[in-house]
């Protein structure tokens, strides 16, 4: 059966082997952030819908951990779009935690937080991860390109309510493009914010792989390791995921590698580690793709990515 809306799992930089759930339709996100791996948004939103009905995520899950699975850490709800604008969030969060297997995260923008019914929705999840980049209005249109309804005084309103309210993990995440959110000066004022916030701890993340804009561009380690400084002990930079994958059969692996790709530009080296394949059956399955015409292959910082065509 092939899976619709899990994917996985992942190794994370964070989470460990991460089992995903796409909790929303491709590209449906309030932002259109120019620094974003999956392209550019095509539908706009902060209105919550009920996108997916729990019951066939519900029924997936069931499927995955009935049958012989590599390890499982966490159980994310994010995907290729933001999650909290599916209105059902709540009872799939709830369905999950049902099934008692792993703790549950949920990977969001953190835009729609000030709202009371979005907010009540995630209090049963064990970790929130939201993003918080700036917090100037200009700088906010500039790298995130929201939904014209929102504004960053509101969202950041949003994360301090739903900081004070949540009992469980809060990690926060920044990512710098640099020239857009990278000046000192603004550094200072994320700080004060930050530490109004009080988040658990601060994750710095930069650009990796292709993103929807060409002048999205990354830091370096140094320039990370100096808004480390600034922002304090709870801040870490990134690092890339060590976890050693199990090896796994082959079959099937063209029709995975595909759906992998369909999610996030990936390099050789993520294929391989993901999936437990050869380096040479990756090489061979890769280039048979490009032959029919379904991945493209481009480098972006000195960097070779697979993504596959839509």
Not at 89 to 115: D, F, Y
Not at 156 to 173: T, V
Not at 182 to 201: A, F
Not at 230 to 251: C, H, M, N, Q, Y
Request: aromatic content about 8%; proline content about 6%.
């Amino acid at each position: 059966m092939r899976m619709r809306y899990l994917f996985g799992p992942v190794p994370s930089r964070r989470l460990g082997f991460s089992l995903g759930i796409d909790a929303i339709p491709f590209k449906t996100c309030s932002f259109n952030c120019i620094y974003c791996e999956l392209g550019k948004t095509t539908h706009l939103s902060i209105k919550p819908e009920a996108y997916i009905d729990p019951s066939h995520i519900l029924k997936e899950l069931e499927i995955f951990f009935k049958r012989e699975h590599p390890p499982v850490d966490y159980i994310t709800i994010g995907g290729s779009g933001e999650p909290t604008l599916n209105a059902n969030i709540g009872e799939i969060i709830s369905q999950v935690k049902g099934l008692n297997i792993a703790p549950v995260a949920v990977l969001t923008n953190g835009s729609l937080l000030w709202r009371e019914d979005v907010a009540s929705r995630l209090l049963e999840a064990d970790i929130i991860l939201p993003s918080l980049d700036t917090v100037r209005q200009e700088t906010f249109l500039k790298l995130n390109r929201p939904h014209p309804a929102l504004k960053i005084e509101r969202i950041i309103m949003g994360l301090k309510e739903f900081r004070r309210n949540f009992s469980g993990k809060f990690w926060l995440e920044v990512l710098f493009v640099k020239g857009v959110n990278d000046k000192i000066s603004e550094i200072y004022e994320l700080k004060q914010v930050l530490d109004e916030i009080e988040p658990d701890c601060i994750h710095l993340n930069t650009v990796v792989r292709p993103p929807a804009e060409d002048t999205a561009h990354p830091l370096n380690k140094e320039e990370l390791m100096k808004i480390r400084e600034i922002l304090g002990k709870k801040a870490t930079i990134i690092a890339d995921f060590k976890g050693k994958a199990e090896a796994r059969p082959s079959v099937g692996i063209e029709e995975k590698i595909l759906d992998m790709l369909g999610r996030r530009p990936c390099t050789l080296e993520d294929i391989v580690h993901i999936s437990g394949i050869h380096i040479q059956e990756g090489i061979k399955i890769l280039q048979n793709l490009i032959r029919a015409g379904k991945v493209r292959y481009q480098v972006y910082e000195d960097r070779g990515f697979y993504t596959k065509i839509q």
